[in-house]
């Protein structure tokens, strides 16, 4: 026995919940669509879970945080999802598909058919065990994927005040967590093999600053060297962490960041892969026409450096969720999906934004000393990723235009010299006709025809964005 539906989406994640909102809006009728999650919460912005979330004061709980309030939008809370009459299989795991017969076998024994599916199953933590060390069990040991985790995480840190936590890796999770065991109170050690933090995007001197202030909030470095065996108690719980370089750490507390694999397996042998995801073409469809796939599992092309990625990034699954429903509910409107790779991090009162690539020679500018300063890459005589700490909500939409435009940079003593402006520059300059031809691919840019429509362009965009920035300052960030 099972049911049928004419859309499925199957993960219950951030961008399944963009594209359930993306499908009310495009028309869906009431019944036509199901979502079927392992998690037993409506969808929910996960980038909470290593901030807001861990705040000893005032945390984040939900129904707070659900999708889709990361982008302005609508809050999907449960009754949400009745009222528009979207079947939720919450607290279900999918363990089989078959594409070719259309259908996904639950744990519980249900078959569901669908018309249309689009998996949205993102990725899983990697495992300590995978690196072939033991003690992933232990109940002072944690990671942060989901909303059981972070719950895990809360107790298990409130359970040891004052105390000593070893976190492993210096990546996303590694960063984010350390800042907020030490809002907590809680002495760190952060244990990783790269020769500096966030190793795949900071260069050596942009990491150096964000280590040097970590180590001013009592942050202890410990780098070059991986974690070898854990000391238990006679309760089995964690009391240290032995080191390959020989050295020893107490732990009241482990946190373990190591990475991410994609949940590709369910369609292993039965879809294309490609960059450890399911490949997708520029509508986000699969090898197999009546399956999508979106978010951090999917490799889909990135038309302004004309290779196909896999992104891990909320920014991306938000949008490629939402071009997936656009292309299946309008495909003859929806063209080939144009994304700007993104990726933000908030830690202490820090905060940086990326735009683009990170390929190609660094030019950094701005104040190393002081709160803003940032790194442009500069690929084959084009600008193509830019890195700002610190800046203003109009300077990080003038990277990120600068970044779309990947104008050529002829002279990088000039473009160190300029700084941030060149990204001012460039954003800002009335470009000779509407359609901008950016090596190959066309931007489209609003031009106002009249001086009048354009000084009425600029006083309603100007109230607008300082009535977001108000309301933006308002409210809480994900
Ligand atoms: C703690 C944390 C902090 C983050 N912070 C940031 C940040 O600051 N900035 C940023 O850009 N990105 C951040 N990210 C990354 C971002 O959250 C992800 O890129 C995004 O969640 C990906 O969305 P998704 O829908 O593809 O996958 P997910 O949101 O992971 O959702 C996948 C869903 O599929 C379900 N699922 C998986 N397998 C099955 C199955 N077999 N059957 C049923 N259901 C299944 C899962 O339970 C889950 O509900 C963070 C991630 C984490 C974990």
Redesign the pocket.
Known sequence: MGRAFVYVI???????GYAALEFTKKGVSHGELCI????TVVPYE??A??KGFLLPEAPARLPEFHTCVGANEERLTPKWYKEHGIELVLG???KSADVRRKTLLTATGETISYRVLII????RALKLEEFGVNGSDAENVCY???LTDATRLVNVMQSCPGGNAVVIGGG??GM?CAASLVINKINVAMVFPEAHCMARLFTPKIANYYEEFYKSKGVKFVKGTVLSSFDFNSEGKVTGVNLRDGSHLPADMVVVGIGIRP?TS?FEGQLTLEKGGIKVNGRLQSSNSSVYA????AAFPVKIFGDTRRL????S?RKSARHAVAAIMEPDESGEFDYLPF???RVFTLSWQFYGDSAGEVIHFGDFSGTTFGAFCVSKGYLVGSFLEGGTKEEYEAIAKATRLKPPVEDLAELERQGLGFALTVSQKPSPSSVVEVNGSELILERPLYAWHATAGVIVAASIAAFAYWYGRRRRRW
């Open positions: 199957l993960g219950g994640g951030v961008a399944a079927i999650s392992e998690e996960r980038p879970l290593s279900t795991r999918v949205a199953i993102g990725a942060l994927r989901d996303y999770i984010e949940n369910l979106v978010g951090d599992v891990e990034h909320v920014d699954a990726f933000y991090s």
